[in-house]
């Protein structure tokens, strides 16, 4: 009867056994290979990101003051990725392919503590009217990193407020009522817990979180509550306060975007 160091091939001259070997060197390599698709993605978000324009003039802007009625842009960091741009991307055997952009997007960086750009959102509109693309099943796709990340809406005053919003469009709203806030959008719910080293980058001395009111028992309430408790948790190391708002309901709405009452 073999015993289990037998079934396991174990080299009795070592303490590690060749099937240890293998699962190390097989996870060396699942981790290489992560980590150069990681950097594919970053190098993707950053060849969109490069291939922008400022928004003054463009269909982002009316998207965001026509359809939005967000004034004050220039301050803010939102730029356009006009049509027929070209970009990198990566197809599944990660060998490079240089594409064509075909529809024209408002697009908004992800960085992170140093600054660097690491992913993007972007909206895609209409050429026609400005608005978001309705041909699209999602007219707001992501490329690069996002989690523990923050999209940048607009760097304020070191010691100052901090709002942290869901949306670009929630983000925007508030950056054009407090020019001197510091703005930043987690582009979802699950992601508002992740954000404390990001904060902290920034150094605020308050942090507002804008919840969306989809309704006193939604999930979506119980997520940005656990969201914040877990934010609260990670900045009991600093000064800084937090507060979590959620918008009043409105009685004609079953849900209540702050963006939609700006």
Not at 13 to 21: A, G, I, K, M, Q
Not at 40 to 56: F, L
Not at 65 to 79: N, T
Not at 145 to 161: P, S, Y
Request: charged share 25%; net charge negative.
């Amino acid at each position: 009867q073999k015993t289990a160091y037998e079934i396991k091939e174990c080299d009795w001259s070592s303490d590690v056994c060749s099937s240890d070997l293998e699962l190390n060197e097989k996870d060396k390599l699942f981790q290489q290979q992560a980590e150069i698709q990681q950097s594919q993605r970053i190098e993707s978000a950053q060849s969109i990101w490069n291939g922008t324009k400022p928004i003054q003039g463009t269909l982002a802007e009316q998207y965001f003051i026509k359809h939005r009625k967000i004034s004050g842009l220039d301050h803010m960091e939102i730029r356009y990725w006009p049509k027929n741009s070209e970009w990198i991307d990566y197809d599944d055997h990660g060998k490079q392919i240089i594409k064509i952009n075909k529809i024209p997007a408002a697009v908004i960086a992800v960085k992170d503590q140093h600054n660097m750009v690491k992913g993007v959102q972007r909206i895609y509109l209409d050429e026609q009217t400005a608005n978001k693309n309705k041909l699209m099943d999602n007219a707001k796709l992501s490329k690069g990193l996002t989690k523990r990340l923050a999209a940048i809406i607009q760097v304020g005053d070191k010691g100052g407020r901090l709002y942290l919003a869901e949306g670009p469009e929630t983000a925007a709203s508030i950056a054009s009522i407090d020019k001197h806030a510091t703005v930043l959008a987690a582009l979802s719910v699950n992601n508002f817990g992740n954000l404390s080293d990001i904060i902290k980058t920034y150094e605020p001395n308050k942090v507002i979180m804008l919840g969306d009111n989809d309704g006193k028992e939604s999930a979506t309430k119980q997520i940005t509550e656990n969201a914040f408790a877990k934010l609260q948790f990670d900045l009991n190391d600093t000064t800084i306060q937090s507060r979590l708002i959620f918008h009043n309901p409105i009685p004609e709405l079953l849900k209540v975007e702050w963006n939609d009452v700006h």
